[in-house]
């Protein structure tokens, strides 16, 4: 016990390390830029921000640190040591397909095409069980991650679907992940290795909270898949195609899965006839402190039969001493809440509604990478010139 607390202490200490690092900071200064672009929609959309960029960068950090030291607690046990030439050879493969997609900036896609290519070709020569070893334990900090703290940055969205508008969340956190390794430079030593890990996710069918459960879930079980497929391929060769092969199909399959559940199943933040549904509430608003939840129909507000926000809004006008809120709860039929004081506006009351029509409604669809985008402008101009 006492030995594993003090190989604990060694990666803390060792990580700890790394803020030293101009490079952990340019990490942080591009999941800064990502807060940044989310907030200013998140203004757009609410007309506030939910939280600042500070608490999110700060949020980020430190549970990019609690991943990094049970990453590299793991990497020891299993006794990893992999080759900074591999990794960058990696680092690259996985910049390149994200000029096709920005999805494919993941590992597993990179890992596994990589690996194939090596195994296949014999070059690159690289260490396959070892380099999908890592990507199968980050795989895992990522799963564990999301169920932490997935739903920390949801923002509500409004999306124009076959069926119309509807609301839902984009769900978007990112992680700096320094971990420590052996790596093998002639001789083996540890080494902190930087590593970005990224969440993005809608839920339209689905609760934000049950939606990342299950991505964490099944992103759990695929890491689990993978280091165990990596693992035994140190001693058999042939687990080295079935895991290359398994990784980028296996996540693949994933993300379709997770997009045909938001866009085939049964929407739940559609407009409703009865009322004005509740698509969220933010942190010090006053809907919150009143019982509101994500989900439920405002039926009406101090006697008045609500439709449209404006209705709200009016009653708001009014400067009443308290406000009455009659609703239907998905779980407890009819409840009623009540607030006493005077309410401003629809900014204090921190309630985002799902209306009919909304001029921040975004498509449902996927964004292109660099050279696709290239490619795609390289092709309208071919046939510009045709016609």
């Known amino acids: 016990m006492h030995t594993i607390f003090q190989i604990v202490y060694f990666f803390i200490y060792n990580i700890i390390q ?14 800064a830029y990502q807060y940044k672009k989310i907030g200013k929609w998140e203004n757009l959309v ?4 939910r939280r600042s960029l500070i608490y999110n960068i700060f949020t980020s950090m430190v549970m990019g640190l609690l991943g990094g030291i049970l990453g590299s607690v793991i ?18 493969f996985a910049i390149l397909l994200s000029l096709i997609n920005p999805r494919y900036m993941c590992f597993a896609y990179g890992g596994g095409i990589m690996s194939l290519i090596s195994l296949k070709f014999g070059y690159p020569r690289i260490n396959v069980p070892e380099i999908m ?11 564990i991650l999301i169920l932490l703290d997935g ?55 689905n609760y934000p909270e049950k939606k990342s459960k ?27 195609y079935m895991v290359a092969i398994f990784a980028p199909l296996a996540h693949e399959a994933i993300v379709i899965i997770g997009k045909q559940m938001e866009e085939r199943g049964e929407f739940i933040f559609k407009p409703s006839d009865m009322g004005l549904r509740v698509l969220d509430t933010l942190p010090h608003g006053i809907g919150r402190k009143m019982g509101l939840e994500p989900g439920d129909v ?35 039929g009819l409840v009623f809440r009540k607030h006493r004081g005077y309410i401003a506006d629809m900014q204090e009351l921190g309630v985002v509604l799902v209306p009919i029509v909304h001029e921040y409604a975004v498509q449902m669809e996927e964004p292109k990478g660099i050279a696709t ?13 045709r016609n």
């Open 373 to 385: 985008r290239l490619l795609d402008r390289f092709r309208r101009k071919t046939n510009g010139f």
């Open 75 to 92: 990497f020891v046990y299993l006794g990893t040591i992999i080759d900074l030439r591999d990794f960058y050879i990696l680092l690259i």
């Open 151 to 205: 739903t920390r940055g949801r923002l509500p969205i409004f999306v124009d679907g076959n069926e119309g508008l509807v609301g839902g969340f984009s769900m978007n956190r990112f992680w700096p992940i320094p971990f420590v390794i052996f790596i093998n430079k002639g001789r083996i030593h540890p080494a902190t290795i930087m590593a970005i890990l990224g969440y993005g996710d809608i839920a339209l069918a």
């Open 298 to 332: 405002i039926l009406s507000v101090n006697g008045n039969r609500v439709y449209y926000e404006q209705h709200i809004r009016n009653i708001l006008n009014d400067r009443s001493p308290s406000l009455r809120v009659k609703a239907f709860n998905r779980e407890k």
């Open 46 to 49: 609410l007309g506030s921000y």
């Open 133 to 143: 070893t890592v990507v199968g334990v980050l795989h895992l900090i990522e799963s």
């Open 18 to 31: 790394i803020f030293k690092s101009p490079f952990y900071w340019v990490v942080v200064g591009i999941i």
């Open 214 to 240: 299950w991505t964490s879930g099944i992103l759990f079980i695929f890491s689990t898949l993978v280091i165990a497929l990596a693992q035994i391929s140190i001693t058999q060769h042939m687990f080295r």
